[in-house]
């Protein structure tokens, strides 16, 4: 099972921006799911392996860009006009089998990065 590590989350005033980033992704399609307090952990973006293919929760389309760097063994998530909506921890996911949407569908998590976005 792949190992994940999450970075580079914080505290940002509304309208800043942050990227998170995943080590160890591997070359494997990965997602990023978000969770905040008191809510279902949801999904925010997904890369395919080549890096080629991205999904975007519709929400987030336009604000948040997923990317990798497979050399690197990394996956990032480029977050823009952050809003205190966005507040919550951030997770990493890879080894999917099911609907790439579905948290259910990964087997490989990491610990999370706690992203606060201040107004």
């Known amino acids: 099972q792949v190992q994940l590590v999450e970075s580079g989350g914080g505290l940002v005033q509304a309208g800043g921006s942050l990227r998170l980033s995943c080590a160890a992704s591997g070359r494997t399609f990965s997602s990023w799911f978000r969770q905040a307090p008191g809510k279902e952990r949801e999904f925010v973006a997904a890369i395919s392996a080549s890096g080629g293919s991205t999904y975007y929760a519709d929400s987030l389309k336009g604000r948040f860009t997923i990317s990798r760097d497979n050399a690197k063994n990394t996956m990032y998530l480029q977050m823009n006009s952050l809003k205190p909506d966005d507040t919550a921890v951030y997770y990493c996911?890879?080894?999917?089998?099911?609907?790439?949407?579905?948290?259910?569908?990964?087997?490989?998590w990491g610990q999370g990065t706690q992203v606060t976005v201040s107004s």
């Open positions: 996911a890879a080894e999917i089998s099911g609907s790439y949407y579905r948290t259910s569908s990964y087997r490989a």
